[in-house]
Each structure stands twice: as structure tokens, then as C-alpha cells.
DNA sequence: GCATATTTGTCCGTATGTATA
DNA sequence: CTATACATACGGACAAATATG
């Protein structure tokens, strides 16, 4: 037993020095993986030796990788009674949305003259489209989240980039509570694309107003649903 | 000398649960304060040893409060090195500024019909102009920092309250290794008392545009400073 | 409301790996 | 290249809080 044991153990440890990253850090992108991906829904309490059991790190380790997930605010950490998968109120659904027109409509209006570097957005569409029709209606989301993380892109801010990531991935935890997800994707598809097409023609100003639209709706239908969900 | 400990460490237990918070944080918090007055400078290493037994605390916790405030970017983290307060380069000020006129700006741009609840601007300014008249120019630095903080709070969103307490407290390390404060804070005062009067006056427009050119000033007298202090 | 079991909070000792004088 | 110092990670221990019956 001690073996196969060793053997899990120099796995996980060559996939952490390949990246050079810790274990608490290696740890702590496993769950977020986890939870991206809705294996574990909010409200899922982890356990510290369950986890810690699972992926075979220690209790210490596990409590670091807590930390950093905790402070992206995937998890509440209650005191003495453990982490928790976040669940979103409403406000913070509002939140988000404030937040989302804040800054993809800055990062619009902060453009120059154009052209404008559009790959990222242009290949996030397509993936789009390409899952539309393949009805993988979670790989819808994950493209329009894709795309309007390319919109702040735009911006060239790090700062920025990394905000917006972690605003995104709490959005994500309201699309697992709900189903129909194609309702909540696939709409947004073709909106994406008219912003790409209004971008490549140049006109920035008319994009801007294109998103404002496509935010104000999303988030009324999101928090319709949402609401409903939690009763 | 079991007594003695003993002691502190009850004080310590107690001011933590105090505010309901873990050990962890409350050493961060510590950290965080200290880094703020400028008691480590960036640079400075802070060794799990030196600071675990001068707080009283384990490493454990310390790693735990240690991974806090690297996530903050307030710390870097160097494998098997250690986490030393962290040093600026130059992009990262011109990102720091980059950040603040897009949410600053976007926060005036929110703005809807005068009036604007603006005391807590008031009371930044007011707290400002004291400070110079008392040659404290650490805390006219301070004053300015909670002057733009409140600009950002008229956007009501509690995610870029805090997006911008972290960017400032970064920018915070920069004041840190400069000499001569008083050149960089006694001059923005006024103009924060200008873009405060803007706004009373119901010119949301006007004091946006107040605000570019006092970003655009700023920042280009900090990097000029920072460089040639970097050397 | 009470007693018990479970889980977290914290600390410590130690083995190993890594960086640096 | 060796030695030293230090970070990394683990596991065990006990106290304290919480959950369960």
C-alpha cells in the first residue's frame, strides 16, 4: 500500500516542479478546476480530510490552497466550521454586472484609433458558433466568458485582466445552479458577434452601445432566473 | 518564561476574536499595517522565523497570512526563497495608473443627476488641507489616496472598492522609497479640491476630464522620481 | 438542554529539498 | 563542492468550537 501511495505522491509532485509552483498552489488550481466545472455546486462543503485525503496533501497544505481559493472568493471560510463553495446572493449578481459595465465599457472607450487587435475575440466567436451546433451548451458559456474576457484584454492591464478573470469565475458559479443553460448561452453568441463585427468596421463608440445593451439584458435574465432558483 | 508567552498569547487570541477573525488574519492584518507605514520597506525580507516569533504565531499560520498578503500583490513569494515586500518595477506603476483612469473615470462617467453624495470626498480633501498646514506630508499622501478611493465608491460597487483599496496600497510602496513627500503629495490637494468643486457644481464631465490631467501629472512625475531612484 | 462525536484551529517536530556563501 | 541556512511539506497532538443524537 505504501507503495501505491509513493507513486500518487511523485505524481503530484513532477506536475507541480514542472510548473514550478508549490503544492498548496497546485492544490488550489485542482479545486478551482473542480469547481469550475460544477463538480462541486456552491453550497458544497469541503472537508478538510476528505479533500485532503483525495488529492493527498496534507491538512496544512489543503488549509494554504483554502486560503488563496477563499480569497478569490470561490469559497466563505466560516470559522471553525470549514470553507464552503460560495453561493452568490442577488446583490452580488448585481455586483458583478456593475462591475462587467464598468470596466468592459472603459476598456471600449479607452481604445485608439483602429485597427484593433481582434483575434482573441474572432476565435472566441467561433468556438461559439462551433459549440451552438455541436449543443455543448456549457462550451457556449465558456466562449462568450472568453470573448468578453478578450474585450478587457483590449485594455493592455494586467491588473485589469486579473480582475476581470476572477469576476468571470464567480459568474460561472451562478451558471451552475441553474439549468437550461442553453437559455443563458446561446443568445449571447450572435450579440458577441455583432460587437466583433462593429469593432472591425472601426467603430468603437457603436460597440460600446451594442454591449451596454447586450449586459442589461443578460444580467435581467440571469437575475430573473437566479432569484427564482433560490426561491 | 512559559508565563510571559502565555500572556501574549492570550491578548493575541482575544483581540482576534474580538472581530470574529482567525489568527491568520489577524496576523495579516499586522503585516499589512506595517507595510503601509512604510516599517518594511520593499525589499525587506520577512523570514517566517524572525516574524513567526516576534508575533507569536506558528509558521503555519504565518504561511497562511503570508499567502494573504502575497495575493494582494503586497508580497512575492519566491519558492524555497521566502516572500520578501514587494519591489515595483516602472510597468507596473504605469499599469497601477493605467487601472486608475479606467475605473476612476468610469466611476464619474456612472454618475447620474446631481446632487452626488460627495462628503466622504469633503472630508478627504478637508483631512488634506490640514495636513499640509501641519507639514505632515505622509498623511497628505494618505488623504489623497482616501480622496480617490472616494471617487471610486460614488460607482457603488463594493468589488471596485476593493480592486481599488488593493491598487492603492500598492501604490503606497512606491511613496515608501521616494524621498521628498511633500513634492509628491502637497501639489494634488488643490486639484483634488478642484474636481471636488467640479462635481459639486454637477459637472460629472468636467471633473472627469480634471481627473485625466491630474492622472496623466501624476503619474509622470512618480515614474520620472521612480526611475531615477531605481536607478 | 446535555453528552458525545466530529471537525476545525493552532502549534510543534521532523524529513526533505533548495538556494547561497 | 561542501556546508549552512532556510523554505517546503508532512504528520501528530491537543484545545476549542460545532454538529449530532
Known amino acids: ?58 491538512r496544512n497544505t489543503l ?42 465599457g472603459a476598456a471600449l472607450r479607452s481604445l485608439g484609433q483602429p485597427p484593433y487587435a481582434l483575434d482573441a475575440l474572432e476565435q472566441a466567436v467561433e468556438e461559439g458558433h462551433k459549440a451552438v451546433e455541436e449543443k455543448r451548451w456549457r462550451d457556449v458559456g465558456t466562449a462568450n466568458i472568453s470573448f468578453h474576457q478578450g474585450i478587457v484584454a483590449l485594455a493592455g492591464s494586467p491588473r485589469t485582466d486579473e480582475l476581470m478573470r476572477g469576476i468571470l469565475a464567480e459568474l ?26 462593429t469593432l472591425r468596421a472601426g467603430d468603437a463608440r457603436g460597440a460600446e452601445r451594442v454591449l451596454a445593451a447586450y449586459l442589461d439584458d443578460s444580467q435581467r435574465q440571469l437575475v430573473e432566473g437566479y432569484a427564482r432558483k433560490l426561491g
Open 1 to 58: 500500500m505504501g507503495d501505491q501511495e509513493d507513486v500518487l505522491h511523485k505524481l503530484k509532485e513532477d506536475s507541480a516542479r514542472q510548473e514550478r509552483t508549490s503544492v498548496a498552489e497546485w492544490t488550489a488550481r485542482v479545486l478551482r478546476d473542480r469547481i469550475a466545472e460544477g463538480l462541486f455546486p456552491p453550497g458544497t462543503r469541503l472537508s478538510e480530510d476528505t479533500i485532503g485525503g483525495a488529492l493527498n496533501v496534507s
Open 172 to 197: 460561472r458559479l451562478v451558471f451552475h445552479v441553474m439549468d437550461d443553460p442553453r437559455a443563458f448561452h446561446e443568445p449571447y453568441v450572435g450579440r458577441n458577434g455583432q460587437i466583433l463585427r
Open 63 to 104: 488549509r494554504e490552497a483554502f486560503r488563496l481559493l477563499t480569497h478569490e472568493r470561490l469559497l466563505v471560510h466560516e470559522l471553525n466550521r470549514g470553507v464552503f463553495v460560495r453561493i452568490l446572493e442577488v446583490e452580488d449578481l448585481e455586483d458583478i454586472y456593475r462591475v462587467r459595465r464598468l470596466i468592459e
